[in-house]
């Protein structure tokens, strides 16, 4: 069974910081490229941060390009998302997302998402 586990989330004042995390289970983790996507209340759900599966290639929202950083430790199937210089359009529910690195088509066609986690910035 596929599981992927966010954490991390919480209350912060605008202008603070907080780093998610997202373990994985149930996958080849090194296979899969992890992305980073948060939904607003009645906002579609938006890529924030995505990291290939070998962690060479990273790619970010234009509204977190700068402020955001998102890594992959391979060894512990985890990705995170450091969250820095947060603002309150920034409030969400942050999910984890799995899809197939380039080269694994063998795959091709699975996708997997976390429960999400809530980031709740303050003013």
């Known amino acids: 069974q596929v599981q992927l586990v966010e954490s991390g989330g919480g209350l912060v004042h605008s202008g603070g910081s907080l780093t998610l995390s997202c373990v994985s289970s149930?996958?080849?983790?090194?296979?899969?490229?992890m992305s980073w996507y948060r939904q607003a209340p009645e906002k579609e759900r938006e890529l924030v941060a995505k990291?290939?599966?070998?962690?060479?290639?990273?790619t970010y929202g234009a509204s977190v390009n700068g402020r955001f950083t998102i890594s992959r430790d391979n060894a512990n199937r985890t990705v995170y998302l450091q969250m820095r210089s947060l603002k309150s359009d920034d409030t969400a529910v942050y999910y984890c997302?799995?899809?197939?690195?380039?080269?694994?088509?063998?795959?091709?066609?699975?996708?997997?998402w976390g429960q999400g986690t809530q980031v709740t910035v303050s003013t």
């Open positions: 990291i290939t599966d070998t962690g060479s290639q990273s």
């Open positions: 149930g996958i080849n983790f090194d296979w899969y490229d």
């Open positions: 997302n799995a899809v197939p690195g380039a080269t694994k088509t063998f795959l091709r066609g699975r996708e997997y």
